[in-house]
Nanobody, 115 residues
Framework: QVQLLESGGGSVQAGGSLRLSCAAS????????SGWYRRAPGKERELVAI???????HYVDSVKGRFTISRDDAKNTVYLQMNSLKTEDTAVYYC?????????WGQGTQVTVSS
């Protein structure tokens, strides 16, 4: 079982920055990939960025060049640095890890970008 604790959400004006953190605990060994998803009001959940253990980092096109996903294995934490935020980035952001084929989710953190 993996527990995920997210932090770092909040409200910011367009053009601003936020950094999301996702701390994992409880059976970290065997995690194959870590990522961030988001669900905007009235929209389906979408993948924002994923950092597999042994593959290339992937970003959704709308955040390329603005968001950076990273991982600190010593702290069992995944980060999402979000720069040049746009109003359309407003959503609930969810941390996700995949361990041995099983998907685990955080509780979500709200990001609100105002114009």
């Amino acid at each position: 079982q993996v527990q995920l604790l997210e932090s770092g959400g909040g409200s910011v004006q367009a053009g601003g920055s936020l950094r999301l953190s996702c701390a994992a605990s409880g059976g970290i060994f065997g995690i194959n990939a870590s990522g961030w998803y988001r669900r905007a009001p009235g929209k389906e959940r979408e993948l924002v960025a994923i950092i597999p253990t042994s593959s290339t980092i992937h970003y959704v096109d709308s955040v390329k060049g603005r968001f950076t996903i990273s991982r600190d294995d010593a702290k069992n934490t995944v980060y999402l640095q979000m720069n040049s935020l746009k109003t359309e980035d407003t959503a609930v952001y969810y941390c996700n890890v995949i361990k041995w084929g099983i998907s685990y989710w955080g509780q979500g953190t709200q990001v609100t970008v105002s114009s």
